[in-house]
């Protein structure tokens, strides 16, 4: 049963990075391992600060060419 699990975290993460949701759990264990320190965004804030990354939004206004 452990590996349907396994295979079905995999899967949905990658379904997420394919449309450009990335995922705050992986984001989390990769804060702990490599910067111990350093603080972690909330889920909250990584998500903004994601979609500002992407979309060029600041102070809740996205950058659009039309």
């Known amino acids: ?6 295979v079905h ?4 993460q990658m ?4 449309v450009g949701l990335p995922d ?5 264990v990769h ?3 490599h910067h111990p320190n350093e603080p972690i965004m909330t ?6 600060e994601r979609q500002e990354s ?3 939004g600041r102070g809740g ?3 659009r060419c039309c």
């Not at 049963?1 to 396994?6: A, F, K, L, P, S």
Request: cysteine-free; charged content about 45%.
């Open 15 to 18: 379904a997420r990075l394919m």
């Open 54 to 56: 992407r979309y060029g």
């Open 1 to 6: 049963m452990r590996d349907v699990r396994d």
């Open 9 to 12: 975290r995999m899967l949905s």
């Open 43 to 48: 889920r909250d804030e990584f998500f903004r």
């Open 61 to 63: 206004r996205i950058g």
């Open 31 to 33: 804060r702990r391992m």
């Open 24 to 28: 705050y759990d992986l984001y989390v």
